[in-house]
């Protein structure tokens, strides 16, 4: 089949996605337990090093992955026509998501240093805000309402 390059290029991606997003879900989570553990104590340094594994063995790559393999199907996928204005929005939400991953790794980073200043309402925001975004991306590869 001539097409299974472009097939198994969309599984990888679609794989990679999920990881991404399994991580993104989760670290906020982490993070609204952290703000309640007091610095210093047991809880607090496993929810680091917890957080860190979390952000460089799955977050990290599976972000590359999804945009490099994103990137690799937008050059061959035959069902991409750049007169549609939902793949723009689709990137553009992915821009967003990026920004929210880019947030996630300096809140890391704060807690890691016992420098967080935010509270568990502002992370369980947070926490639903790429389950926002994946659903309105989501909806603009499927469905492509424009």
């Known amino acids: 089949m001539a097409d299974s390059g472009y097939f198994w ?9 999920i990881a991404w997003m399994a991580g ?3 670290l906020p989570r982490l993070f609204v337990y952290h703000v309640d553990a007091a610095k210093g104590s047991e809880l607090s340094e ?18 590359i992955a999804a945009v490099a393999l994103g990137v690799a199907l937008l050059f061959v996928s035959p069902f991409v026509d ?4 939902w793949i723009y929005a689709k990137l553009a939400f992915i821009v967003v998501l990026s920004g929210i991953h880019g947030l996630l790794s300096r809140h890391r ?3 890691a240093d016992d420098r967080n200043t935010r509270s568990g ?6 926490n639903e805000t790429p389950a926002v975004l994946m659903v309105g991306i989501v909806i603009f590869v499927v469905v492509k309402p424009f």
């Open 9 to 17: 290029l969309k599984a990888l991606h679609i794989i990679a996605v």
């Open 24 to 26: 993104m879900l989760y």
């Open 46 to 63: 496993r929810l680091k090093v917890m957080e860190r594994r979390l952000m460089r063995a799955i977050i990290n790559p599976a972000m």
């Open 82 to 85: 750049w007169s549609d204005g």
């Open 109 to 111: 980073r704060e807690f």
């Open 121 to 126: 309402r502002y992370f369980r925001i947070l």
